[in-house]
């Protein structure tokens, strides 16, 4: 296929754009192999860099994922919508429900990795927590939905004020840390996430089953109980496309 007059596009970005266009078009559905790099090169005339950038792009952006030795295929995994505000209401964790049930809508979630452990604060964990001494409790975990892998968590807790409660064992019950803080005393009254993007680590890519070119959102939130005091901090890893973050509020 011969460039459109004017059109100054890279060849591999308007391939992406076609084939994109073509699965919004229903063209190509989930689960649907892409055409491949011969099939590309032949039907739009580029050398084989260019065909495979193009499918590199699709995958980047979370459309397509690569299966070895099969090929490029639609990605099948429909987004998670993340209720930003909804789902740390004390109504939702308050009445014993976990704050993912706000967002997967009866989706298989799994946590199938959990890790706990007392360690001293990282300093700017220590900072955010005014601790001048002791250890924290830190909660590391993996959330796997509908069978992908869509989030890493780490979270930090003063150990003195944790320390022998269900917040230190695997599963902390209903509700999940945020009931097991109020039930201690220290109820989180006010909530503060700061986020930001970037490319993913190695290993974060490894852990998320994703591609190095495929982004991932981090998002870090404070947990604050009565005079502001905070109580926790929870730093997540989330593969940019696997969520829409949606954020409503009254004016």
């Known amino acids: ?30 689960g649907d192999r892409l055409p491949g790099e011969n099939d590309l090169m032949n039907a739009h005339g580029v050398a084989r860099i260019a065909a495979r950038q193009a499918l590199e792009v699709l995958q980047s952006e979370g459309i397509a994922e690569s299966r070895k030795g099969a090929g490029v295929f639609v990605r099948a995994f ?9 789902r740390l209401s004390q109504q939702q964790w308050g009445s014993g429900r976990s704050i993912w049930s706000a967002d997967t809508e009866n989706r298989d979630l799994v946590v199938d990795q959990v890790q706990v452990t007392e360690e001293a604060a990282p300093e700017h964990i ?19 939905l509908d069978g992908k892998p869509v989030l890493l968590a780490t979270s930090y807790l003063p150990m003195s004020i944790v320390a ?15 009931a097991r803080l109020a ?8 909530f503060r996430e700061e986020s930001r993007s970037r490319m993913p680590s190695k290993d974060e890519a490894r852990q998320l089953g994703i591609t190095a ?13 009565d005079e502001g005091r905070p109580v926790e901090i929870n730093e997540m890893t989330l593969d940019a496309a696997s969520y829409i973050l949606e954020y409503d509020f009254d004016a």
């Open 1 to 30: 296929m011969a460039s459109t007059d004017g059109d100054r596009r890279p060849k591999c970005q308007r391939i992406a754009d076609t084939l994109r266009e073509a699965i919004r078009a229903g063209g190509y559905v989930p």
């Open 78 to 86: 429909r987004p998670l919508r993340r209720w930003g505000i909804q």
């Open 126 to 144: 220590g900072v955010v927590l005014d601790l001048d001494e002791g250890t924290v409790c830190v909660r590391r975990r993996r959330f796997v």
């Open 164 to 178: 022998g409660s269900a917040i230190t064992e695997e599963n902390t019950g209903p509700g999940g840390t945020y």
């Open 183 to 190: 039930g201690l005393g220290f109820k989180p009254v006010h």
């Open 213 to 225: 070119g495929t982004p991932v959102i981090l998002i870090c939130r404070t947990a604050f109980a």
